[in-house]
């Protein structure tokens, strides 16, 4: 008959059975190899690495180059539209075609004379000159540049606020000067003439017939000598009904006839200039 004796020796048995198990598995543990560790390879000296350089800078294209390819033709500072490049304009859309339909701009817009201006005028300056009278109402202010057309109310760019202020009137003698010169404002009007400061009252919106003779001996004389870049002889010779051209290159036109008159006048100077 089991007794309090025989419960004790089984549990020292099972005690003493469960450490053999402990020891052995610490015994086993002792004598496995630890486990590899994998060291990083230094990478091979022969690798190429591709370094990435920025792009090469484009040469610097040259001033002429920049100015005609880069920059615009038209732009507008804020005031209104102005030509920056008349050459490329004049080949542009934005160029009006000549207006063919009126005799006189017909006669002027013949390249033959825009041709003869050049010999008096820079090429820029003539360029204008000869679009101007060669279309009835598109204009270029030969001064600032500023592209407009004829009865357009433009902004008073003399303002000291920073606004640009519209008239809603307009003076006879500056829609007239428009029309002549293409000088869109007074303030172009002056730096046209600064040349000839005391014939500017006497000369503005008025052509060549409506100007007196003394205001015509300031206009023939040498001026003030300060160099405006061929506007002054721009002023003089827009206010003539053949620019001045007549008595230079075609001695044998009637510059005073009737338009249908002149040009039948210069087919018959042109061919008698061929035939000898």
């Given at each position: 008959?089991?007794?309090?004796?025989?419960?004790?020796?089984?549990?020292k048995?099972?005690?003493?059975?469960?450490?053999?198990?402990a020891?052995a598995?610490?015994?086993?543990?002792?004598l496995?190899?630890?486990?590899?560790?994998?060291?990083?390879?230094p990478?091979?000296?022969?690798?190429?690495?591709?370094?990435?350089?920025?792009?090469?800078?484009?040469?610097?294209p040259?001033?002429?180059?920049?100015h005609?390819?880069?920059?615009p033709i038209?732009?507008?500072?804020?005031?209104?539209?102005?030509?920056r490049?008349?050459r490329?304009?004049?080949?542009?859309f934005f160029?009006?075609?000549p207006?063919?339909e009126d005799?006189?701009?017909?006669?002027?817009?013949?390249?033959?004379?825009?041709?003869?201006?050049?010999?008096?005028?820079?090429?820029?300056?003539?360029?204008?000159?000869?679009?101007?009278?060669?279309?009835?109402?598109?204009?270029?202010?030969?001064?600032?540049?500023?592209?407009?057309?004829?009865?357009?109310?433009?902004p008073?760019?003399?303002?000291?606020?920073?606004?640009?202020h519209?008239?809603?009137?307009?003076?006879?003698?500056l829609?007239?000067?428009?029309?002549?010169?293409?000088?869109?404002?007074?303030?172009?009007?002056?730096?046209a003439?600064?040349?000839y400061?005391s014939?500017?009252?006497t000369?503005?919106g008025?052509?060549?017939?409506?100007?007196?003779?003394?205001?015509?001996?300031?206009?023939?004389?040498p001026?003030?000598?300060?160099?405006?870049?061929?506007?002054?002889?721009?002023?003089?010779?827009?206010?003539l009904?053949?620019?001045g051209?007549?008595?230079?290159?075609?001695p044998?036109?009637?510059?005073?006839?009737?338009?249908e008159d002149r040009?039948?006048c210069?087919?018959?100077?042109?061919?008698?200039?061929f035939?000898?």
């Amino acid at each position: 008959m089991p007794g309090p004796c025989n419960s004790k020796k089984k549990k020292k048995a099972i005690a003493k059975k469960n450490k053999k198990s402990a020891s052995a598995i610490q015994a086993t543990a002792l004598l496995e190899p630890p486990p590899l560790v994998h060291e990083l390879e230094p990478p091979p000296s022969d690798i190429v690495y591709t370094v990435h350089e920025p792009p090469p800078e484009p040469p610097a294209p040259h001033l002429q180059e920049f100015h005609r390819e880069v920059l615009p033709i038209i732009h507008d500072p804020g005031n209104g539209p102005r030509v920056r490049d008349v050459r490329g304009f004049l080949a542009s859309f934005f160029a009006q075609p000549p207006s063919l339909e009126d005799p006189l701009c017909a006669e002027f817009s013949q390249e033959e004379v825009l041709q003869m201006l050049c010999t008096a005028l820079s090429e820029e300056t003539a360029i204008v000159l000869w679009y101007n009278k060669s279309r009835a109402t598109s204009r270029i202010c030969p001064s600032c540049r500023r592209l407009y057309r004829l009865g357009d109310i433009l902004p008073d760019l003399t303002s000291d606020d920073g606004e640009n202020h519209i008239s809603e009137t307009r003076s006879p003698l500056l829609a007239r000067e428009q029309e002549i010169s293409g000088l869109c404002s007074p303030l172009c009007f002056i730096v046209a003439s600064f040349e000839y400061p005391s014939a500017i009252k006497t000369t503005w919106g008025r052509t060549a017939d409506q100007i007196d003779d003394f205001t015509w001996d300031l206009l023939n004389g040498p001026g003030d000598g300060q160099g405006d870049k061929g506007l002054s002889l721009l002023l003089k010779m827009a206010r003539l009904p053949d620019l001045g051209l007549g008595q230079l290159c075609l001695p044998d036109i009637d510059f005073d006839a009737e338009p249908e008159d002149r040009i039948y006048c210069r087919q018959n100077y042109e061919r008698d200039k061929f035939s000898h």
